[in-house]
């Protein structure tokens, strides 16, 4: 009788490892999609404008991080219920809604960003290897491109894409943490830094900020990558959650990089050209191992937005021009080699970029933006498409203050780029 009592209690342990091990995996892969967003738009670029940001800055300008993600999560979101209410690919969706040309004119757009950002991520990989291991930035830029263009002869690649991001947020967040912690910042000025204020001569880099944390593109690829999780594992359920995981890590990451610039940078007035300048300068300070470890973060913010930015750039001018838009499609891995190439022949042409030229390209995108962002919010209105997905009234609102503030943010930009 003990025996059996004790035979049943085993089974029932077990039954129950197995469920919580089941739905800790599902939890897991419901973030895949929001955690590729995180990955992809947390890239070199970003983290040398939020460095130049803190290093002129201090802490006063931590407020943006804030009110840049709250609008990314609620595009994101949009983005992702689209992937839920329809069965086509969103251009598709936007090809039988507006015309050919309407779809061609957003994936060529999207296509554009994309190739413009992705020398910067090709740079950044190739410096983060090279000054940690003393060699030449050329050798480390072709390694990753090719490596990464080997990913895409994977029969799963949305699988290999969603564990490969997942390894390098936890990889970036593990470094970047350990680093705020090493260098002790003062928590009262971070707590002040988030009372809005625009210090003088900050509004180039807050737009550049903008056009790279309100990413508007990777918001739309949203809906490919929700579409994409849904067909390899149907069993999981979209929540909101899922999203906000994504951008939450996102921000966390922005707003430590800017802390640790204003703690190191700013106190020193050190003046920030690349990502890379954080690394040495931490050096002095806290020795060979700081360094190192900003530089792995370096890497991963690097390598993961050469993989991701080249794979939404190339899946979305696929889908624009009539392809499929699926990962395992051969024309989609195609069009997501091209961008790889373009990046890496633009790296190893110009060897680096001057933060200047980051800028720039960071600005001018916010020129393409609005007209992207209001494709993605007109479908997510849209009650025949959307059906019971469609936008709360609260959502409109806010969705259209975001439209309007990157309408601002391209006036803005006219403004400071050709009119001063």
């Not at 498409?385 to 990157?406: C, D, E, F, Q, R």
Request: aromatic content about 10%.
């Amino acid at each position: 009788m003990k025996v059996s009592e004790n035979n049943d209690s085993k089974s029932t342990a077990v039954a129950d490892s197995k469920s919580s091990m089941s739905a800790l995996k599902s939890i897991f892969l419901s973030l895949g999609p929001g955690i590729i967003i995180a990955a992809v738009v947390f890239g070199p670029s970003k983290m040398t404008i939020t460095s130049k940001l803190g290093s002129q800055y201090g802490y006063s300008l931590l407020w943006i991080v804030v009110i840049a993600m709250f609008f990314m999560a609620v595009f994101t979101i949009m983005g992702a219920r689209i992937g839920v209410a329809t069965k086509h690919s969103l251009l598709t969706t936007i090809r039988h809604k507006w015309g050919q040309v309407a779809a061609i004119a957003v994936g060529l757009g999207i296509f554009i960003v994309t190739t413009s950002f992705q020398a910067g991520n090709s740079i950044g990989v190739g410096i983060a290897i090279a000054e940690a291991t003393g060699t030449k930035p050329v050798v480390w830029i072709i390694t990753f491109n090719l490596l990464g263009m080997a990913l895409l002869f994977f029969r799963g690649f949305y699988k290999v894409l969603e564990k490969l991001m997942i390894f390098l947020v936890a990889l970036m967040l593990f470094a970047f943490l350990t680093t705020f912690f090493m260098i002790k910042p003062d928590f009262a000025a971070i707590a002040g830094g988030f009372v809005p204020s625009l210090a003088p001569g900050s509004l180039g880099l807050v737009i550049a900020f903008f056009a790279s944390s309100f990413s508007m593109v990777a918001a739309f690829y949203q809906s490919y990558l929700v579409q994409e999780r849904i067909k390899v594992n149907p069993e999981i359920k979209e929540h909101n959650s899922n999203s906000i995981t994504g951008i939450f890590i996102l921000g966390l990451m922005s707003a430590i990089i800017m802390i640790c610039a204003a703690a190191v940078l700013h106190k020193q007035g050190i003046n920030v050209v690349s990502a890379s300048d954080m690394s040495r300068a931490l050096v002095p300070l806290f020795g060979n191992y700081a360094s190192s470890l900003f530089l792995i973060g370096l890497f991963g913010a690097s390598f993961s937005s050469l993989v991701g930015n080249a794979t939404i750039g190339g899946t979305l001018m696929a889908d624009s021009l009539g392809h499929e838009s699926n990962l395992s499609s051969g024309r989609v891995k195609l069009f997501i080699a091209l961008v790889m190439v373009f990046g890496a022949i633009i790296a190893i042409r110009f060897g680096k970029l001057p933060l200047e030229l980051i800028v720039f390209a960071q600005s001018v995108t916010i020129f393409l933006v609005p007209f992207i962002g209001l494709a993605l919010y007109a479908v997510s209105n849209d009650e025949k498409i959307m059906g019971k997905h469609t936008n709360s009234p609260a959502v409109k609102v806010i969705g259209a203050i975001g439209l309007l503030i990157l309408v601002l943010l391209a006036a803005s930009n006219v403004n400071e780029l050709f009119l001063k």
